[in-house]
């Protein structure tokens, strides 16, 4: 069983890349898809983009505070 500093230690760097590639693909999919759009569309799509992180990131969070056994 793996301890909760260890859990801990993996998770940071697991979230760490996945806001990282989530930034990268979110500034890749504006660049081409929101050229031609309105401002507030691109606004909506930005509140998306950095909101959408967190549903990934919930159960990697719930997996690192996982008390240990």
Do not use: C, E
């Not at 890749?28 to 507030?40: E, H, I, V």
């Not at 799509?45 to 996982?66: D, E, K, S, T």
């Amino acid at each position: 069983m793996m301890r909760i500093r260890t859990r801990k230690l993996i998770g940071t760097v697991g979230l760490l890349m996945l806001v990282t590639m989530w930034a990268l693909l979110a500034m890749a999919f504006a660049q081409f898809a929101l050229r031609a759009q309105s401002g507030w569309v691109a606004a909506l799509f930005y509140l998306a983009a950095g909101l959408g992180w967190v549903l990934p990131a919930m159960p990697l969070v719930a997996w690192m505070q996982r008390p240990d056994n």
